[in-house]
């Protein structure tokens, strides 16, 4: 479980923090690279990003992965856990690999997971593992529609997510992934080797040249594969202390122009459209919104409502009141 204190972080940390989220150079010595407008050397921002990894500021740093773009799958899934449960549940859920990521809030449904599997079958039965070990019903959320995706993170918590330039209807369809690109994948899907010429490590472990591992990385940026390379955060840590999932009941022949809407706004990080499960579920439009406070958070929400009007005929919000698991994709 993350800690959610916020920590205090020297100017060269937060510049890490705040510079490196994506567009981590695919050069040999890439570290020096990264680290020239920081005005310091290679080595020492690996020592800065050692920190921070160990003081869990930054969850991970390395390639993002788009699982669909490899042919695998996302999903969200809910529990509603007891709370004298809740911590035996926890460590079950976790304990599955499949769970990348892993969520407590605020609602009946308390317990809310990212399931990510290489195959699309695969979900199936990880819902399936989760129901046998605990007992619990899952409520499934595959995505139907993504409207946005793209998160950048300030120190302090006050700057807007959802501000990087991504193209809403990026594709997403499967590639065709051959056994090399597999093998690169899991070699750095837990984070890039630091060490001054990271590639050639991957390619020493995969039996590859440096221009090899950079060549194949740069093709799967290209493709989609891989969404950004960089540092990923632990929000709390930096400020961002509240973390809203709002959750709206829009009319199904407006949901796209609603989607749309609400992913072209700066205080959204995520978008979709997923399925209801009526009666208790009615929710379709999903946004993620992140702030320094739940004040905050909710003042934007109250913006999205406002934006969505008369097609909104309900709307909640679940706070995460604690991150339970956050290790991204393993294939």
């Not at 989760?130 to 300030?154: C, H, N, S, W």
């Not at 109250?302 to 706070?319: K, N, S, T």
Request: proline share 6%; net charge neutral.
């Amino acid at each position: 479980m993350l800690d959610p204190t916020v920590q205090t972080l020297n100017p060269l940390d937060q510049a890490i923090v705040d510079q490196l989220q994506g567009g981590f150079p695919l050069l040999p010595a890439a570290f020096d690279h990264a680290a020239a407008p920081l005005g310091i050397r290679g080595e020492t921002l690996i020592a800065r990003l050692d920190s921070l990894l160990a003081r869990k500021v930054l969850t991970r740093f390395g390639p993002m992965f788009q699982i669909e773009r490899m042919g695998g799958a996302f999903v969200l899934a809910a529990l509603a856990v007891p709370e004298a449960r809740f911590a035996e549940v926890t460590e079950q859920v976790n304990a599955l690999p499949e769970v990348a990521h892993n969520y407590q809030r605020n609602h009946r449904l308390n317990m809310w997971c990212v399931l990510a599997t290489a195959q699309p079958d695969g979900i199936a039965r990880a819902c399936a593992r989760i129901e046998a070990d605990t007992g619990l019903a899952v409520q499934a959320f595959p995505k139907l529609r993504e409207y946005y995706v793209g998160m950048r993170f300030g120190v302090g918590g006050h700057v807007p997510v959802g501000v990087l330039d991504r193209a809403p209807d990026a594709d997403t369809s499967p590639l065709t992934l051959d056994g090399d690109d597999t093998a690169l994948v899991r070699a750095c899907q837990a984070g890039l080797p630091r060490c001054p010429r990271p590639y050639q490590a991957l390619g020493d472990l995969l039996g590859w040249s440096e221009s090899q591992v950079i060549a194949r990385l740069q093709a799967l940026l290209e493709h989609g594969v891989i969404r950004r390379i960089g540092a990923v955060p632990n929000h709390y840590a930096i400020g961002y202390t509240a973390n809203g999932m709002a959750v709206f009941d829009i009319d199904d022949a407006d949901i796209d122009a609603c989607g749309q809407r609400l992913g072209a706004l700066p205080q959204v990080s995520h978008c979709y459209q997923r399925p209801r499960h009526l009666p208790d579920w009615p929710y379709n439009l999903f946004a993620m919104c992140h702030g320094s406070s739940h004040q905050s958070v909710l003042a934007d929400v109250a913006e999205l409502r406002r934006q969505l009007g008369r097609a909104c005929r309900g709307h909640d919000v679940l706070f995460s009141t604690a991150i339970l698991k956050k290790t991204g994709l393993r294939i």
